[in-house]
Nanobody
Framework: QVHLVESGGDSVQAGGSLRLSCAASGYRVRDYCMAWFRQVPGREREGVAGFYRQTDNTYYANSVKDRFTISRDNAKNTLYLQMNSLKTEDNGMYYC?????????????????WGKGTQVTVTS
């Protein structure tokens, strides 16, 4: 049974950094598409960064390129999101998602498994 648990969300000042973690169980992280999504009230869930399955190919939303880095530790079966130079527009609930098959790694409809999310608050 696939299970995803996010952690690492916090409140930080603009310009600061956070690292989010997504502990996965029930499958191997490298064998699935995995991605980070964020959502703010009133807006659609946005794909922020992702890994295609069984490759090191990654996706980043334009808004986070050169600031965020997605990585995975196969031994720990964990996905990470290193977030640097945080901006107030990075505020939101961050979700980890996984699926054995995906066509577009940043499209939420491609994912069947989701964590419960971790809150990121960036203050000015």
């Amino acid at each position: 049974q696939v299970h995803l648990v996010e952690s690492g969300g916090d409140s930080v000042q603009a310009g600061g950094s956070l690292r989010l973690s997504c502990a996965a169980s029930g499958y191997r992280v490298r064998d699935y598409c995995m991605a980070w999504f964020r959502q703010v009230p009133g807006r659609e869930r946005e794909g922020v960064a992702g890994f295609y399955r069984q490759t090191d190919n990654t996706y980043y939303a334009n808004s986070v390129k050169d600031r965020f880095t997605i990585s995975r530790d196969n031994a720990k079966n964990t996905l990470y999101l290193q977030m640097n130079s945080l901006k107030t527009e990075d505020n939101g609930m961050y979700y980890c998602a996984a699926d054995p098959l995906c066509t577009i790694v940043h499209r939420q409809e491609d994912y069947n498994y989701w964590g419960k999310g971790t809150q990121v608050t960036v203050t000015s």
